[in-house]
């Protein structure tokens, strides 16, 4: 790994070489060099699973709609919120923790993103390859049931990990006039926000994938196929009660 050109070659990677295993014991040190993350109140307020066992990892697979990167991950690692260490480290101290509510959960899920992320970029750096799952949330009470989570632990993230077995080519990005903004937020004007995506929108991929599904543009693809507001929203009403049924209120 090129560490000085890391960050501008980042790519994810869905496909691993089986052929070389990685241990719990490297990946215990990766976490811990991650667990050096920031977060709230230095609580940590998150937990994470490690499998890698495969009958295990193809248990998990269908509550991630049988991803290949699942299915073909040396180990899978399920990053959750974990309120139920803190509060039972509360109540053995004479006191009740305060977290279970929309600023608890909100601490939590920032906290165990950045241990995350952490996590790859340190994995990334010793020359392993990492995917995010981005079913977590769709099917976390599967997940959870499969993990034998408490009361109080929400997964909320889960990585895929193993040595490269492919390269892919680097994904395109918005150019930054289109994230970054100087002292206070700039509302684009149309112009600027079509110039902001026109190329990814003149990628070929991008085309087929328009072709493919029969709209006319990419802004459809992503709003009624990929993420269509009645999949999110049913989604959220799943997650919204298993949260509740985990003791969040909301």
């Known amino acids: ?39 709230t109140g230095n609580m940590q307020i998150y ?8 009958e295990k990892i193809a248990a998990l697979a269908p509550a991630h709609f049988c991803q290949p990167a699942i299915k073909g991950a040396a180990a ?8 139920n260490r803190f509060n039972r480290w509360c109540e053995l101290n004479g006191t009740q ?8 959960f909100t601490w939590g899920v920032i906290d165990t993103s950045i241990f995350a992320q952490q996590f790859c970029t340190v994995a990334e750096m010793e020359g392993l390859g990492t995917c995010y799952l981005g079913t977590t949330t769709y099917n976390a009470s599967q997940i959870s049931d499969a ?34 903004h100087s002292e206070s937020y700039h509302n684009p004007t149309d112009a600027e926000i079509r110039e902001f995506y026109a190329a990814e929108e003149a990628n070929p991929a991008s085309m087929k994938f328009v072709t493919e599904n029969g709209k006319q543009n990419l802004a459809q693809v992503f709003a009624e196929v990929r993420y269509p507001k009645a999949a999110n929203e049913q989604f959220s009403r799943v997650y919204k009660e298993f949260l509740k049924d985990k003791g969040i209120s909301l």
């Open 1 to 39: 790994m090129d560490k000085n050109n890391y960050f501008s070659t980042r790519r994810t990677i869905r496909k691993y070489d089986l052929s070389r295993p990685v241990s719990e014991v490297f990946l215990r040190e990766l976490l811990a060099k991650a667990s050096r993350a920031a977060n």
């Open 47 to 54: 937990s994470v699973i490690i499998n890698r066992d495969p």
């Open 76 to 83: 899978v690692l399920t990053f959750c919120l974990d309120l």
């Open 97 to 104: 923790g305060g977290m279970n509510n929309l600023q608890g």
């Open 147 to 180: 993990l034998a989570l408490p009361s109080d632990v929400i997964p909320v993230i889960t990585v895929t990990v193993g040595y490269p077995a492919e390269t892919p080519e680097l994904q395109d990005r918005l150019p930054l006039d289109a994230v970054v």
